[in-house]
T-cell receptor, first 116, second 111 residues
């Protein structure tokens, strides 16, 4: 089982607040990802990172930002939360290719965000 | 045309029967194929990965890949009610470390 953690698991917050969703993994994976998923809907990639100091925007435009200062840590920040940000946010990580697991991604438990 | 297509279902299968889930993809350069299981309100869980044409078996699960026809399938034998979930197909290319996910097939196993 993948050791990838997300906190908080649930967050209810008011409009305009700044929030940071935490994601950590203890497997030394170099690649990490953030997805957004509404209930019953498909996954959308919003950010990814291939290593320290490397971050890229994903396929779905997002007002969030990410940072990757340490290999194990990939936090996502919303400077000013809005009701449209209400969703489930899923973090994933993937081992380097030399481990022979080609692009397998392992997901954390997710953070369910509600912005009032 | 979506890059990865799945029948959204719901697919209902009696307990003990074989559940068959299908996925087609548009990019012929795709090299890695994955099946994830997602229970309602939970995160996706990787259950199978396949990279070569043919079948790959793991317990009650068999993944089948046909690159010429650009489809990948998942068979679940001796299905249990606990197999009821949404099954996501995901595809990636060498050199592209992102996964492209399908919208998922909702599977219900009827006791």
């Amino acid at each position: 089982e993948a050791d990838i953690y997300q906190t908080p698991r649930y967050l209810v917050i008011g409009t305009g607040k700044k929030i940071t969703l935490e994601c950590s993994q203890t497997m030394g994976h170099d690649k990490m990802y953030w997805y957004q998923q509404d209930p019953g809907m498909e996954l959308h990639l919003i950010h990814y990172s291939y290593g320290v100091n490397s971050t890229e925007k994903g396929d779905l435009s997002s007002e969030s930002t990410v940072s990757r200062i340490r290999t194990e840590h990939f936090p996502l920040t919303l400077e000013s939360a809005r009701p449209s940000h209400t969703s489930q946010y899923l973090c994933a990580s993937s081992p380097p290719e030399w481990e022979g697991l080609l692009n397998e991604q392992f997901f954390g438990p997710g953070t369910r965000l509600t912005v009032l | 045309q979506k890059e990865v297509e799945q029948n959204s279902g719901p697919l209902s299968v009696p307990e003990g029967a074989i559940a068959s889930l299908n996925c087609t993809y548009s990019d012929r350069g795709s090299q890695s194929f994955f099946w994830y299981r997602q229970y309602s309100g939970k995160s996706p869980e990787l259950i199978m990965s396949i990279y070569s044409n043919g079948d790959k078996e793991d317990g009650r699960f068999t993944a089948q890949l046909n690159k010429a026809s650009q489809y990948v399938s998942l068979l679940i034998r001796d299905s249990h009610p606990s197999d009821s979930a949404t099954y996501l197909c995901a595809v990636s290319n060498f050199g592209n470390e992102k996964l492209t996910f399908g919208t998922g097939t909702r599977l219900t196993i009827i006791p």
